[in-house]
């Protein structure tokens, strides 16, 4: 862990000016850590070699209590991801974050790319670390299919599951975090100006792209919650956030918009301004999922990188969207509004059905698990929307 402040980020005491003295301690102790369970399994490995890695995929795959005399890295890992943060109902793993399957598959590959990637790749320390590490532009739309498959599998009833398909490969994630901060400081980056690569800012910064902006993004296009289901979701992720090794400080308080909100501020605050590479990432990024929609919304490749970039603009709001270099095309806003408004009311005229509800979550989480298994065939969260699987507001 570093001791000393990031230049590259806000101040110091202009953090505490705005947040207080105590907040602005916690986000400068957030950028100068990394994940200490995490790291210290990398260190296990370099010193150990394959026998410790291969220990750790067992382990990962069937469990601690799977491994004779494990390496004591490994063994604390294991044994703080197979547990359950304090408070959490263990039944909220049974359930998986039941509400976001109320919207099908489509919805959250827009909410995705260009709601939660878009996003992360506005903090410079990530765009930075991705140029430094060569995943800038190269590794876009690998990136783009295997987080797809990760959240797939994360949010499904019984993913996180020790053992389960999501806690594999959250798991999997944690650790490829740990190597890629390894390697960060083999290749220059630097960690003076940034902090710690993929610190607990940059961490809990994700996690309020996948749960905030990402539920904020389909709200904009017609595809809301409702205030009980938006806390099962945050309830939902915190698990996930104890399995990918972020602090709880962070991100425990948050059950709902308005906290997060209030987490996202800070976050922001001391993100620091736009790195050369944010908008590389994201032309990077638009024309990848653009490649991959040809094929599941049937949309010609230059039609999609429009779709996407407004759909950017709508998601992040005209700042950002500059920042990033995101195109305007108002009549395509202005129809992209007018659909949101009649998916709002087919939404809330299937909400006073409570049956017809469930019967959407249930074939939504059936379509999941199918591109899942169908996966050999191409990007899971890419695919086209099974045509025995109808989308529930269109039912």
Excluded: K
């Excluded at 990394?34 to 010193?47: K, M, Q, T, Y």
């Excluded at 491994?67 to 039944?91: I, N, W, Y």
């Excluded at 532009?137 to 299919?145: K, Y």
């Excluded at 602090?247 to 997060?260: F, S």
């Amino acid at each position: 862990m570093s001791t000393s402040w990031p230049t590259g980020r806000v101040a110091a005491a202009d953090l505490a000016a705005r947040f207080g003295t105590e907040t602005a301690e916690l986000a400068g102790r957030a950028l100068r850590t990394g994940d200490p369970l995490a790291d210290a399994v990398v260190a296990e490995i370099r010193s150990g070699g394959r026998e410790v890695r291969a220990r750790l995929d067992l382990g990962i795959r069937h469990g601690l209590a799977s491994l004779d005399d494990p390496p004591p890295a490994v063994a604390a890992l294991l044994s703080s991801a197979e547990s359950l943060p304090a408070g959490t109902d263990p039944a909220l793993l049974d359930s998986g974050a039941r509400p976001t399957f109320t919207s099908p598959t489509p919805v959250h590959t827009l909410s995705l790319s260009a709601g939660a990637l878009l996003r992360t790749y506005v903090s410079p320390s990530i765009a930075v670390l991705l140029g430094t590490t060569g995943r800038l532009v190269e590794g876009a739309e690998r990136r783009l299919t295997d987080t797809g498959r990760w959240l797939l599998s994360a949010t499904l009833p019984g993913g996180l599951r020790p053992g389960g398909p999501g806690y594999i490969a959250t798991l999997q994630v944690r650790m490829l975090h740990a190597h890629m901060r390894e390697l960060a400081r083999t290749r220059g980056y630097d960690e003076a100006v940034h902090g710690v690569a993929i610190n607990q800012i940059d961490l809990a910064r994700t996690w309020l792209d996948f749960t905030l902006v990402s539920m904020r993004a389909e709200e904009t296009i017609g595809f809301g919650l409702t205030p009980a289901e938006v806390g099962e979701v945050y309830a939902y992720w915190h698990v996930l956030a104890h399995q990918l090794g972020i602090d709880p400080e962070l991100v425990g308080g948050v059950t709902g918009h308005a906290a997060a909100e209030r987490l996202d501020a800070l976050v922001t605050a001391v993100t620091g301004p736009l790195a050369p590479e944010s908008r590389r990432l994201a032309a990077a990024q638009v024309d990848a999922i653009a490649a991959l929609l040809v094929e599941s919304l049937r949309l010609p490749r230059p039609a999609g990188r429009v779709l996407l970039q407004v759909l950017g603009r709508r998601f992040h709001g005209p700042a950002t969207g500059d920042a990033l270099g995101l195109r305007r095309c108002a009549p395509l806003d202005a129809g992209i509004g007018a659909a949101a408004h009649v998916i709002r009311w087919r939404r809330a005229r299937m909400r006073r059905d409570p049956d017809a509800l469930e019967a959407a979550r249930v074939r939504n989480v059936a379509a999941t698990r199918a591109l899942l298994a169908d996966d050999a065939d191409g990007p899971a969260l890419f695919q086209s929307h099974r045509p025995d699987t109808p989308d529930p507001v269109h039912r």
